[in-house]
């Protein structure tokens, strides 16, 4: 019994984490967990158990007496997410592109391609495959610990991507800079992807601070 709980948990996790992503859920009002749970069908228990992962997480916050509510985005999340990014991801990326497979090339083309449709028509889920791209490109560093690190980084990214895109002529300068990591990972350029990598992370970070600032 408690393995389908826990499994029902996790599955909880990611329709909750999902739904606060792609910004569905308000910061400013507390999530009803009664409403919730009857819309999606199952008990507080496991409900309640999944908003405790994703508070630790980073993506919701309890309030005595209030309940829980989705953490509101600042400059001083997105300096220190970005900032812990600067210092992991640039050589994660480029030790995997030194390893990655044939499979590992084929899967970060794919997914380059479709980030990049769906950038270009300003669809849904953007933020999902700009995670999923970066995700492909280090995830074969074969370092467990930082690809954990990383991923969680990844999700507390994914609900500033949609904002930095919003000035017009950016979604083209984040499609060209992933066309050009693309290229220097699948070259195997350490050197080349490192810097990328870094830069990327860079820009948008400065871009970020002064959008927050100006909201």
């Not at 507390?156 to 904002?163: F, K, P």
């Not at 810097?195 to 400065?206: C, N």
Request: charged fraction near 25%; charge should be negative.
């Amino acid at each position: 019994m408690s393995l389908v709980i826990r499994t029902l948990s996790d599955q909880l996790v990611d329709l909750v984490r999902n739904r606060i992503l792609s910004g569905a859920v308000s910061t400013e009002q507390a999530i009803r967990q009664d409403a919730l749970a009857a819309e999606l069908g199952v008990s507080k228990i496991p409900l309640r158990e999944a908003l405790a992962r994703l508070e630790e997480e980073g993506l919701i916050r309890s309030q005595a007496n209030r309940g829980f509510f989705v953490a509101p985005l600042s400059t001083s999340e997105a300096k220190e997410v970005y900032e812990l990014r600067v210092k992991l991801e640039p050589e994660a990326t480029a030790l995997a592109a030194e390893l990655a497979t044939d499979a590992d090339h084929a899967h970060a083309v794919e997914t380059f391609d479709t980030l990049t449709s769906v950038t270009n028509i300003h669809g849904e889920g953007v933020g999902a495959f700009n995670r999923a791209f970066h995700r492909a490109l280090f995830r074969p560093c074969g370092k467990p610990i930082t690809i954990n690190l990383l991923e969680r980084l990844q999700v507390l990214s994914e609900r500033y991507v949609l904002m930095h895109l919003e000035p017009l002529g950016r979604h083209e300068r984040a499609i060209e800079e992933h066309r050009e990591i693309l290229q220097a990972w699948l070259s195997r350029d350490h050197g080349r992807v490192t810097d990328l990598i870094r830069t990327h992370i860079s820009k948008t970070l400065d871009d970020l601070q002064l959008q927050l600032v100006e909201q």
